[in-house]
Structures are given as C-alpha cells and as structure tokens.
C-alpha cells in the first residue's frame, strides 16, 4: 500500500513537471509559459460618495404578499448550516469558533474577534493569510521575507506555526501562507489559554484561525489571474453536494507561476485541496486534507543593522531604491507540506454533545537564503548565506463533552475537553563556509554561489520535539434573558520542549483560569470584561543573533480587557482597552547575544468598524493605539522604552461603493498607516511613519448563462517607499506598487 501510495503521488508530481524521488519532490525546473500574455490595465479613481455612518436602528421593512408554507423540517448538511450568518455587506461574519466555548455570536463573545468572510477575502484578491489578517488595525505585517511571513496582534509577534485549522493547532501548512481552501478566517485578539490552549511557538497576542470550505450545492468556478510581474495563476474550485444534501465535497485547485512583488524574485506553487461533510443530523463530520508544493526563488530578505551603524546613519533606516531586493540570486525555499483534519460530533440527546479531532502535518523545507547586515552609513553590506534542511512532524487530537442544562434562573453551557499535539524537527543548517562576502547596498553586486546540496532528507538528525497536553473545563452561565453572561474556567496545561541540539530538557505544567463577563443593557448594546492567562513558550533568538535559534523558557502571561460592542443593524462597532504582559527578548549590542530580559507590558486600545451604512457603500476598518513598553530589564535599561516593532498608532480604512448607474460595477479603496516605529530596543532605530493606498475595481456581468467577475486591483498606487520595523535592529522593504487582473466564471 505505501509503495502504491508513493507510486500515485510521484505520478501527480511528474504531471505537474516536477522530477520526484519516492513520491516527494527534490527538483525543481522553472518553465517558460509557451504564450506570452499581456494585459494592459486601466484604472479610474472616482469620488466615492461620502455617507453617513450612522445607521438607523431598525432594519428596512418591505411588504411582501402572504405565502403559506406547507412542508417538514430537514437538517442541513453540515457544510450548509454552519454558515455563519454575516453582517449588512457581506464582509465580516457574525459569528466566530471560540474553542470550547464553541460557535458564538459577535454580540455574546467577552472578547474582541473579528471574522472576515469568503467574499471580502475574493473581492481583495488576497492570496495571504497576511493580506487578509491586516485589515484588522491590531494586526501589524512583520513579514521577515517572502516565505515567511509573520505578523503582530497587540504587539506580539506571531507566525504562520500558531495558526488552526478547525480550532486545531499543528495541522495548517507551517510555511505556506495561501488561503485558497479557505471560507473564513477568525482573528481573535488577545491570550487565549482557556479557549485553544498554549500556541505551539508562543503566540500571545491573538489567534488565526482557518474555516475551509464547504460545498455550497453543485457548481464550479474557475479563475486567471495576472500580475504586473508576469505571474500567472488559475484556481479551480469545484462543489458538490449529495441529493438528500446529506454529503458534500469541495476541492480546489491552484497553479501559480512567475515572477514575486520584487525583481528577480519568482514564485512556482501547485496546491490541492479537499474538504468532506457529512451529516445524518444527529451526527456531522468534516475531513480536510491538502497538500502543497511551493518553490520561492531569490526571495526578498530582511535587512539587519547594528547599533554602531545605526548611530552614523542618525538613527534612521538608510534610503533605498523601492525596487532593491536582498535576495542574493541563487537563493531559493523549497517547501512541500500535507496535512489532514478529521472532526466529528455526535448528540447524545439534545443537551449533550460528544466531539473529537485527531489531525496531522508533514513539512518538508529546503532552504538557501542569504541573510544581510549593514557595516556603515556608506552601504558596505556583509552577506552570509545560511542552509537549512528540515523535517516537521505534527500530529494533533483534541477530544470533548458539551453540555446544556438550567439551575434554577441560571442557564449552563459547560465543556469539559482533553488536547494532545507533538511535534518533531528533524534539521541540519549552517552557515555556508566561504559563502560569505561584502557587497553595497546601493549598488548590489551578488557573487555566484554555485551549486549547492544539503544532506538528504532521510538522513536529518531530530533536532527538538514539542509536546502539548491539557485538560479544560468552562461554563458559560446566562440569565433567562440573555442580558447576563458569566463565563468561568481553566486550563491545565503542560508543556515539554526537548533540544537535541544543547541537550537541554524542560518540562512545566501550569494551570490558566480565565473569567469573563457579558452584559447587555439592549438588544443593541454589548459591554464586556475578562481576565485571562496564557502559557506561552519560550522565544527563538534570531538567526543574525550570537546565540542564534536558542530557546527561551516558557513564561506566564495576564491579560486584563474591557470593552463595548454595539449593533446598529447595518454597521457594528467595538471598541476594548486591554493590558498584557509578556517575557522580553533583548540583544546585546556589544556581544550580538540575546537573552530573556524584563518584561513587556503591552496596553492599548482599539477602535473597529464594518457593515453597510447605505445601500452600495460597504466600510471596513479602524484604530489602534498601542503602548508597548519593557520593564525590569537588567539594571533598568531599557525600562520605559518602547518594545521594537510595535508601531504607537495603525489605522486601516477600506470602503467599497456600488456604481448604480453602471449595472454590476464596483469601486474600492484601502489606506492603512503606520506611525513611526523603534526597531531596536534601546530605541535607537526608529523607522519613519508610512502610508499605502491600494484601489480596485469589479465589474460583474453574464456571459450567455455564466456569471462572469472581473477583478482589478492596484496595491501600492502611489509607489510609496517604506521600511517595516521588525525587530532587534531589522527592517524589511514594502513591496512597490504592484497589480493584479483576474477574471472568475461560475458554472
């Protein structure tokens, strides 16, 4: 069977013009698209009507003839049902998966999440988890290159390791971030211990969380798309459901080849995805699986830069030619990951509820990058070319009981649920000997690095392991009338991290309770409070660091968060002020060493709004006000500076507006700004505040019977050039202006 299965996969692979080796793609070739394809864009900047974000509080009232309705109730399949209903626009969906406090509306939840819908991701043509994630103002982009990409919630940086899928951690792709298998993604800020347990890489400020999709009845699209670098893609995605609408099917389909956002960078990814529902109503399941084949060459990379430096530049990030990419050519990122999900509930009568996950990952990562540090304020730049071949093997489980019962005026809605996920790294890297020379940032001149060949796969020693168990239980208790809601709970969780490579061992097991409060003084009103832990593991030192990919011991985090949400019917609101503290990482700017050091304690507050205040005029966005600062660092060094990376204020804006005198037309436009920002801790460095505008346009129409889309989009419109700060003395180039055309066709 395992030979039949190889033989299967390495046939699938050769179709795809890839050379396989026992099933497993260890070559790449680049091939040249036979046609040249040329597009030629025109874009229109309208006026957008300004409207009145105040919307009446009652719903428009249509009258409509008297209907009788003659018939028996059915239970919708699965993939149907638990479509969330969404807010006037279409964009963001009512209601989020709060682990085990379950599926619940926006106006219920204690906590600040916000739900972007399957149309808002199409309309943006996003093709990120990044794209979509920062249309929320608490998220921040700390990409630290093309093929990883990262991010800040609250201040605290996350990766693509501590997203979900399903609730579940360990099984979504590790390093490819595309998001064509998706319907929803839920970003919940803030710590989340009880609700999802301890993220596998330490994640604080907030969850991602992945809905894939579900078939919607029998129908199929197909979309091309091209961007402005010769990228070429088509997606297929293909839905099916049974007669009885019991079982459904969902696949899709991407094939991408071209050039990246940056010159010299190209992009060749292959993914496929299948999504399975099946429901009898008193029993649903649901299985994912996907696997993914993803070449990313001269990749743009970050720039490191030293406090002596940094000094003679006067403590700003050097200007640059927004095309410039640090990729040294030769470099390259070869990923393939699969991975699969299977859920399933079952009632055991209508107060009770059993549920069960067990999910798995394998990822498979070749890498050769170039990583790049300034030696003065004339452009001397040092090239080191790092290796890194590696294994993950993640598996995960999760296992449940769900009940419903009333004591006296007080209802319950209690869980009790047991979580399991391990993972193993097996990797070899080093820093190539003789690989290593001088350049100039300003005129780049990159040597030849020849071939190279890392070890194979088979032969990668273990190199750490990760083990995760907890036990949670919560109640969620309501008054009659819903005006009151308590939520009380814990989570015992522990945590076992084995590095091979320094032969440490730790082991922790920490208990995290979490109490939360709702009240509802309306209908429309919402006010909430919580207080919550987080066990999150230990940091990673930086690759450019002395002590470079050590980690840290796991630290306890506290989050204290009130809030208001309110409903207006067409738009909602919500605004929280919040405080988190979380274990430092500070580099040395003598010894390059980094080391946990004091503390940061993250407050803030934000603002956030969507809906449809007028028919045709659909708005997204919001504020964020952040003060991150460290405390109790050695000898209160940095105490009272600001933590590197986290900008004091992000704003994003997007609206869209129907052109009703042009039938099936659509115009939009997005700003998203940045306040200056320190990317060093000693707050030394500070990046220059920026602003992008991106602008789009969709035109829908029928061609004979088939509903046809037209998507046009234009990221960057200004060409602006700007640094990101990351951190610990790094910055990363924003991407310039860019486009991308697409066409859609529903069948």
């Known amino acids: 069977m395992l030979l039949l299965g190889k033989k299967v996969l390495g046939n699938f692979w050769e179709n795809l013009?890839?050379?396989?080796?026992?099933?497993?793609?260890?070559r790449y070739e680049t091939k040249r698209l036979k046609s040249s394809i040329r597009l030629a864009l025109m874009t229109a900047i309208a006026a957008l009507p300004m409207t009145a974000f105040a919307a009446a509080d009652e719903p428009e009232v249509y009258d409509l003839e008297e209907v009788e309705v003659v018939g028996v109730h059915e239970t919708a399949a699965s993939g149907e049902s638990e479509q969330p209903s969404v807010y006037a626009?279409?964009?963001?969906?009512?209601?989020?998966?709060?682990?085990?406090?379950?599926?619940?509306?926006?106006?219920d939840v204690p906590f600040n999440v916000t739900t972007f819908n399957n149309q808002m991701i199409e309309n943006q043509q996003a093709s990120s988890i990044v794209d979509v994630i920062t249309n929320d103002p608490s998220v921040s982009d700390m990409t630290l290159s093309s093929v990883s990409q990262a991010w800040m919630i609250r201040g605290f940086k996350a990766q693509q390791q501590d997203t979900q899928l399903n609730g579940i951690y360990g099984v979504a792709p590790r390093f490819y971030g595309g998001i064509e298998y998706v319907d929803r993604v839920e970003v919940l800020k803030g710590v989340g211990a009880l609700l999802n347990g301890m993220a596998p890489n330490g994640s604080l400020g907030g969850t991602i969380n992945f809905i894939p999709k579900r078939a919607e009845g029998n129908k199929a699209s197909v979309t091309l798309s091209y961007g402005n670098q010769g990228q070429f893609t088509q997606h297929f995605d293909i839905s099916r459901r049974s007669n009885d609408n019991k079982f459904g099917v969902r696949l899709n389909l991407l094939n991408n080849n071209g050039e990246g956002q940056y010159d010299g960078e190209h992009i060749k990814t292959h993914t496929g995805f299948i999504g399975v529902d099946y429901n009898t109503g008193r029993s649903r399941m649901t299985f994912d699986a996907g696997i993914i084949s993803n070449l990313v060459e001269n990749a743009q990379y970050r720039l490191q830069i030293n406090d002596n430096v940094i000094r003679a530049l006067g403590g700003s990030a050097p200007r640059v030619d927004i095309n410039t990419n640090l990729g040294a050519p030769g470099t390259f990122r070869k990923v393939i990951e699969k991975f699969g999900l299977l859920s399933s509930e079952y009632d055991i009568d209508k107060n009770i509820t059993a549920y069960a996950a067990v999910g798995m990952r394998i990822t498979h990562q070749d890498t050769l990058s170039s990583q790049v540090t300034l030696r003065d304020a004339n452009g001397t730049l040092r090239v080191v070319h790092r290796y890194n071949n590696q294994i993950n093997k993640a598996k995960s489980a999760e296992i449940g009981l769900k009940g419903k019962f009333e004591t006296g005026v007080i209802k319950h809605d209690m869980t009790l649920a047991a979580s399991y996920m391990h993972y193993d790294r097996y990797m070899f890297q080093n820093a190539l000997s003789g690989k290593t020379y001088d350049t100039n940032l300003y005129h780049l001149q990159w040597k030849d690095l020849g071939s190279y060949l890392g070890p194979l796969v088979k032969r990668l020693p273990l190199n750490d392991s990760e083990t995760l168990r907890s036990i949670a239980l919560s109640d969620v208790m309501a008054t009659k009338d819903d005006r009151w809601t308590f939520i009380a709970g814990g989570r015992l969780q522990q945590i076992i991290i084995d590095e091979y490579s320094n032969r440490s061992h730790y082991e922790e097991t920490k208990f995290s309770p979490a109490f939360a409060l709702v009240h509802k003084p309306t209908?429309?009103?919402?006010?909430?409070?919580?207080y919550i832990q987080g066990l999150k593991d230990g940091d990673e030192t930086s690759s450019s660091a002395a002590n470079p990919n050590e980690k840290m011991k796991p630290f306890v985090a506290k989050q204290y968060e009130v809030g208001a949400k309110y409903d207006f019917g067409k738009m909602a609101t919500m605004?929280?002020?919040?405080?988190?503290?979380?274990?430092?990482?500070?580099?040395?700017?003598?010894?390059?060493?980094?080391?946990?050091?004091?503390e940061v304690r993250n407050r803030g507050l934000e603002w956030m709004f969507f809906g449809e205040p007028r028919k045709g005029t659909r708005i997204t966005g919001g504020i964020t006000w952040l003060n991150a600062r460290y405390e109790?660092?050695?000898?209160?060094?940095?105490?009272?500076?600001?933590?590197?990376?986290?900008?004091?204020?992000?704003?994003v804006f997007g609206v869209e507006q129907d052109i009703h005198g042009v039938a099936g037309l659509s115009l939009s436009a997005r700003m998203t700004y940045n306040s200056s920002t320190y990317a060093n801790a000693a707050n030394t460095f500070r990046v220059a505040p920026w602003t992008r505008v991106d602008v789009g346009a969709r035109y829908r129409f029928k061609a004979g019977d088939t509903p046809v889309t037209i998507r046009a989009d234009v990221y960057n419109v200004f060409n602006r050039n700007y640094w990101h700060a990351l951190d610990r003395g790094a910055v990363y180039l924003g991407a310039p202006r860019t486009f991308m055309l697409s066409m859609t066709a529903d069948f």
Do not use: C
């Open 17 to 26: 013009g890839i050379e396989t080796g026992e099933g497993i793609p260890v």
């Open 89 to 107: 626009g279409g964009q963001i969906a009512r209601t989020s998966h709060l682990g085990v406090l379950g599926e619940r509306d926006f106006m």
């Open 523 to 530: 209908k429309r009103l919402s006010l909430y409070a919580n």
């Open 575 to 598: 605004l929280s002020a919040f405080s988190i503290t979380n274990a430092a990482i500070v580099r040395d700017p003598v010894t390059l060493i980094e080391s946990a050091n004091g």
């Open 632 to 651: 109790k660092t050695t000898g209160g060094i940095n105490d009272g500076k600001i933590q590197d990376g986290s900008p004091r204020t992000t704003v």
